[in-house]
């Protein structure tokens, strides 16, 4: 029971940190106006934490390995709630890309070595179920997190929202304390196995599908906000709830990825969310004008999108099962690359274009994605992916 309740809070520490890094895309406009930059400099915080993130969950993961993971984490933590004060008392921009910087790679670094803890917490034929558990509870802050956080900047600074969460981060750093036992460290992979996996064209190409999805996602999320209120014009509260639909549909997508994995195989899961994220993105450039266009578009987007997640991290597993660690660290880290050139080209965009196009961009971005996956499935024998 204790060791059930030890996962929770990891999935917990997984909410907070995914809502803290979403969070931003709710309130942008309202940053921008605040601190006086423009939409797409403000977008730039969405840009940094991914880069920052990366960083966390690669580098700070192998220079951590030998440590007691239950510190790491613990302190992982603790740095993270000091991110939050520092984008509570912030002033100024620089001040709150400071933040993103320090709360990214806190996140990054906790993120994973809780995906990695919580599988050796669970009894062996459970493991799976308990890191989807942590999974989960980043994906819930897309559901609860980012809306909740978007409406209390309705009615109050929306500084005070990572007040909020700093609180609820070291309530939790307290539980862990107590409820998770000592995990030892590691021997850390050597950099050149770790090269030598990445050199295989089917990882590669793999990894690559993960960078150019995600970078079309994020091309549209980042500036979800300004598009909402600019095209459909929804007020503060309607773009809250409209978060909330997306937020609900990605949860949705990411089960029903998983069931589509299970029943169909990654290949034909990955291949069919991807054209249907695609095309989602193509008509929103159509459909953000009306309200209930959008919301449509948007329940379509939120399900596709979050459907290739499960799909292609079971894929890139099936390819180095002996290695599926290291797989799944440059994974995340290259998801959050793509994050980063993906709100970084949306801005540089948005000075030319409508927000409303930038469906045509993130679309073709996305029909990359397929086009990339298409290769690497060609290379890899179907005895091995079904």
Do not use: C
């Amino acid at each position: 029971m204790s060791n059930r309740f030890a996962i929770y809070l990891l999935a917990l520490g997984a909410f907070v940190i995914g809502t803290a890094e979403f969070v931003v895309s709710g309130v942008l406009e309202i940053i921008s106006q605040d601190l006086k930059v423009s939409i797409s400099v403000a977008g730039q915080l969405v840009t940094l934490y991914a880069l920052s993130y990366a960083f966390g969950a690669l580098v700070l993961v192998m220079l951590t390995a030998r440590f007691d993971r239950k510190k790491v984490l613990l302190y992982s933590m603790l740095v993270f709630v000091a991110g939050n004060i520092i984008a509570f008392f912030s002033i100024n921009f620089s001040m709150l890309m400071l933040s993103r910087i320090v709360l990214a790679m806190s996140g990054g670094l906790f993120f994973f070595v809780a995906t990695h803890y919580d599988a050796q917490l669970a009894h062996p034929a459970k493991r799976g179920s308990a890191i989807a558990t942590v999974i989960t509870g980043f994906t819930v802050s897309l559901v609860l997190g980012v809306p909740i956080g978007t409406l209390t900047a309705a009615y109050m600074d929306w500084r005070y929202i990572y007040l909020i969460i700093a609180v609820v981060t070291l309530i939790n750093v307290m539980l862990l304390n107590k409820f998770i036992p000592k995990l030892a460290g590691s021997k850390p992979i050597s950099l050149k196995h770790q090269l030598l996996l990445i050199k295989d064209k089917k990882v590669i190409s793999g990894l690559l599908t993960t960078v150019f999805w995600i970078l079309g996602y994020t091309m549209i999320f980042a500036y979800i906000a300004p598009l909402l209120s600019n095209i459909a014009g929804f007020s503060i509260e309607e773009i809250s709830t409209a978060l909330l639909i997306l937020g609900v549909f990605a949860f949705i997508g990411s089960r029903v990825g998983g069931y589509a994995v299970d029943k169909w195989g990654p290949v034909r899961t990955i291949s069919i969310s991807l054209i249907v994220h695609s095309t989602a993105l193509f008509v929103l450039t159509v459909t953000a004008a009306s309200p209930i266009g959008v919301l449509l578009t948007i329940m379509v987007w939120g399900i596709a999108a979050w459907a290739t997640t499960p799909a292609n991290q079971f894929y890139l597993m099936s390819l180095k099962p002996q290695s599926s660690e290291v797989v799944l660290s440059y994974n995340t880290a290259l998801m959050n690359i793509g994050m980063t050139l993906g709100a970084g080209l949306g801005g540089v965009f948005i000075k030319y274009i409508s927000v409303q196009n930038l469906g045509w961009i993130g679309g073709s971005m996305v029909l990359l994605a397929l086009v990339i996956a298409s290769f690497s499935f060609k290379l890899t024998p179907k005895r091995r992916i079904t």
